[in-house]
C-alpha cells in the first residue's frame, strides 16, 4: 500500500497532540503538589518524555513492535531504527514509531505521581529507563507487536492494559516502596493550585483525542467513532464523579476533572469498539469507581496522592473488562459479552489481570533494587525544603 497523505497528516497531527499530554499530565500534578514542588512535579514530565524518547530510538521500539521473542517481547530488528523509514502501509513506517514514541513518554509520566514531592532526580532517571524497557515495551509487545495477549485476541484499541494499568499499578508500587512523604498523615498537603491542575485536565482531555482517535491509524471512520465515544466517556465520568463529591459535600473541580481523566481512561481499550451510548455506561462507571478507589486510598493512608492508581489503574481495569462487554462489531468488528460473546469477556479479564500482576510485580522489583543501590528519595532536609530549590535550584514564587 502507498503512502497516504491524508493519513499521513492527521497522524502527525495527533502524534503532536500526545506529545502535548505529557506537560499536560505535568501540569495537572504540578497543580496537586505543594507550591515548593512545583517545578519539580512539571520537570519530572518533561525528563520522564526525554529519557523515553531516546530509549525509544536506541532500543524500545524494537523490543515493542520487533520480531515476536516466545510471545513476551520483541527482538532487535529495529536497533537504532534499523530498516524504519519513510516508506509504508499508509504512513510512514517512521510516523507510526514516533506516535508510539509518544505514548510511552506519556506513560513514563503518569508513573511520576507514585513519587511526587520525594524522589531524587538522578534515581528517577535511572528508574524510568528500566521501567520503560522492562515494564512498558514488554506490555506494548503483548497487546500490539505481535505478543501472546495479541495471539488470544486480547482487544486494547489505544492503551487501557499497556498505558493505564502499567502506570497507575507501577505508580501504587512505586508509592509503597518509597514510602509515605514525611508529615504525610499528619500535615495538610493541600494542592496548592487547583486551577493549573484544571488546565493540565484540559490539554489531556484535548490530547485524548489524538490518542485514541490516531490509534485508527487513518482517517477514516473509525477515527470519528472513536473520537466520539472518548468525548462521550470524558463527559459521562466528569458528571458521576461531580455528582458523586456533591453528595458527601460540595461539587468539587477537582473531582469533576478527575472524573473526566477517568473516563477517558475507561474509553482508551475500547475506543474503537463501541458504541456512543456504551461510552456513555463506561464513563459513568468510570467516575463512580475511580472516586471510590481514591476514598479507599484516603482511608488506607496510602501516599500516593496524586491518584494515578485510582484513576488509570483502577480505570485502566475496568476500561478493559468493559470493553469485553461492550463491544459491537459494529463497529469494530468483535462482539462482547452483551452481544453473547463470553469468550471475549473472559479474555479481556486474563489480559487485564496478567498486566496488573506484572506492571506491579516488576515496577516494585525495580524500584526497590534502584532504592537499595542510588537511594530514590531525597533527604528529609531536601524534602522539607521542597524538591524546586534541593533538587533544581529555583523557585516558582518569589
Same mark, same amino acid.
Given at each position: 500500500?502507498?503512502?497516504?497523505?491524508?493519513?499521513?497528516a492527521?497522524?502527525?497531527i495527533?502524534?503532536?497532540?500526545?506529545?502535548?499530554?505529557?506537560?499536560?499530565?505535568?501540569?495537572?500534578y504540578?497543580?496537586?503538589?505543594r507550591?515548593?514542588?512545583?517545578i519539580?512535579?512539571?520537570?519530572?514530565?518533561?525528563?520522564?518524555?526525554s529519557?523515553?524518547?531516546?530509549q525509544?530510538?536506541?532500543?524500545g521500539?524494537s523490543?515493542?513492535?520487533?520480531?515476536?521473542?516466545?510471545?513476551?517481547?520483541?527482538?532487535?530488528?529495529?536497533l537504532?531504527?534499523?530498516g524504519?523509514?519513510?516508506?509504508?502501509e499508509?504512513?510512514p513506517? +517512521? !510516523?507510526?514509531?514516533?506516535?508510539q514514541l509518544?505514548? #510511552? $513518554?506519556?506513560? =513514563? *509520566?503518569?508513573?511520576?505521581?507514585? &513519587?511526587?514531592?520525594r524522589?531524587k532526580?538522578?534515581?528517577?532517571?535511572?528508574?524510568?529507563?528500566?521501567?520503560t524497557?522492562?515494564?512498558?515495551?514488554?506490555?506494548?509487545h503483548?497487546?500490539w507487536?505481535?505478543?501472546?495477549?495479541?495471539?488470544?485476541?486480547?482487544?486494547?484499541?489505544?492503551?487501557g492494559?499497556v498505558?493505564?494499568?502499567?502506570s497507575?499499578?507501577?505508580?501504587?508500587?512505586?508509592?509503597l516502596?518509597?514510602g509515605?512523604?514525611?508529615?504525610f498523615?499528619?500535615?495538610?498537603?493541600?494542592?496548592h493550585?487547583?486551577?493549573?491542575?484544571?488546565?493540565?485536565g484540559? +490539554? !489531556?482531555?484535548?490530547?485524548?483525542?489524538?490518542?485514541? #482517535? $490516531?490509534?485508527a =491509524? *487513518?482517517?477514516?471512520?473509525?477515527? &470519528?467513532?472513536?473520537?466520539v465515544?472518548?468525548?462521550?466517556?470524558a463527559?459521562?465520568?466528569?458528571?458521576?464523579?461531580?455528582v458523586?463529591?456533591w453528595?458527601?459535600?460540595?461539587?468539587?473541580?477537582?473531582?469533576?476533572?478527575?472524573?473526566?481523566?477517568?473516563?477517558?481512561?475507561?474509553?482508551?481499550p475500547?475506543?474503537g469498539f463501541?458504541?456512543p451510548v456504551?461510552?456513555?455506561?463506561i464513563?459513568?462507571?468510570?467516575?463512580?469507581?475511580?472516586?471510590?478507589a481514591?476514598l479507599?486510598?484516603l482511608?488506607?493512608?496510602?501516599?500516593?496522592?496524586?491518584?494515578?492508581?485510582?484513576?488509570h489503574?483502577?480505570?485502566?481495569?475496568?476500561?478493559?473488562? #468493559?470493553?469485553?462487554?461492550? *463491544?459491537?462489531?459494529a463497529?469494530?468488528?468483535?462482539?462482547?459479552l452483551?452481544?453473547?460473546?463470553?469468550?471475549?469477556?473472559?479474555i479481556?479479564?486474563?489480559d487485564?489481570?496478567?498486566?496488573?500482576v506484572?506492571?506491579f510485580?516488576m515496577t516494585?522489583?525495580?524500584?526497590?533494587?534502584?532504592?537499595?543501590?542510588?537511594?530514590l528519595?531525597?533527604?528529609?532536609?531536601?524534602?522539607?525544603?521542597?524538591?524546586?530549590i534541593s533538587?533544581?535550584?529555583?523557585?516558582a514564587?518569589t
Amino acid at each position: 500500500m502507498a503512502i497516504d497523505a491524508g493519513d499521513t497528516a492527521f497522524i502527525l497531527i495527533c502524534t503532536a497532540m500526545v506529545m502535548l499530554m505529557t506537560p499536560g499530565v505535568g501540569l495537572f500534578y504540578g497543580g496537586l503538589v505543594r507550591r515548593k514542588n512545583i517545578i519539580a512535579m512539571i520537570t519530572l514530565a518533561f525528563i520522564a518524555f526525554s529519557v523515553v524518547s531516546l530509549q525509544w530510538i536506541l532500543f524500545g521500539y524494537s523490543l515493542a513492535f520487533g520480531t515476536d521473542i516466545g510471545g513476551f517481547i520483541g527482538g532487535l530488528d529495529y536497533l537504532g531504527l534499523a530498516g524504519v523509514g519513510m516508506d509504508g502501509e499508509g504512513i510512514p513506517d +517512521l !510516523l507510526f514509531m514516533v506516535f508510539q514514541l509518544v505514548f #510511552a $513518554g506519556l506513560t =513514563l *509520566a503518569i508513573v511520576t505521581s507514585g &513519587a511526587a514531592e520525594r524522589v531524587k532526580v538522578s534515581s528517577f532517571i535511572v528508574f524510568g529507563l528500566l521501567w520503560t524497557t522492562l515494564v512498558y515495551d514488554p506490555l506494548a509487545h503483548w497487546a500490539w507487536g505481535g505478543g501472546w495477549a495479541a495471539s488470544l485476541g486480547a482487544l486494547d484499541f489505544a492503551g487501557g492494559t499497556v498505558v493505564h494499568i502499567s502506570s497507575g499499578f507501577g505508580a501504587l508500587a512505586l508509592a509503597l516502596v518509597i514510602g509515605r512523604r514525611v508529615g504525610f498523615g499528619t500535615y495538610t498537603m493541600e494542592p496548592h493550585n487547583i486551577p493549573l491542575t484544571l488546565i493540565g485536565g484540559a +490539554l !489531556l482531555w484535548f490530547g485524548w483525542f489524538g490518542f485514541n #482517535a $490516531g490509534s485508527a =491509524l *487513518a482517517a477514516n471512520g473509525l477515527a &470519528a467513532s472513536a473520537f466520539v465515544v472518548t468525548n462521550t466517556s470524558a463527559a459521562a465520568g466528569a458528571i458521576a464523579w461531580l455528582v458523586a463529591s456533591w453528595y458527601r459535600g460540595k461539587p468539587s473541580s477537582l473531582g469533576m476533572i478527575s472524573g473526566a481523566i477517568a473516563g477517558l481512561v475507561a474509553i482508551t481499550p475500547a475506543a474503537g469498539f463501541v458504541d456512543p451510548v456504551s461510552a456513555i455506561a463506561i464513563g459513568g462507571v468510570a467516575g463512580l469507581l475511580c472516586y471510590g478507589a481514591m476514598l479507599f486510598r484516603l482511608s488506607r493512608g496510602l501516599d500516593e496522592s496524586l491518584d494515578a492508581w485510582a484513576v488509570h489503574g483502577m480505570g485502566g481495569l475496568w476500561g478493559a473488562i #468493559a470493553t469485553g462487554i461492550f *463491544a459491537v462489531a459494529a463497529v469494530g468488528g468483535v462482539d462482547g459479552l452483551l452481544y453473547g460473546n463470553v469468550d471475549q469477556f473472559v479474555i479481556q479479564v486474563v489480559d487485564a489481570g496478567a498486566a496488573l500482576v506484572y506492571a506491579f510485580g516488576m515496577t516494585y522489583a525495580l524500584a526497590w533494587i534502584v532504592d537499595r543501590t542510588l537511594g530514590l528519595r531525597v533527604s528529609e532536609d531536601e524534602e522539607y525544603v521542597g524538591l524546586d530549590i534541593s533538587q533544581h535550584g529555583e523557585s516558582a514564587h518569589t
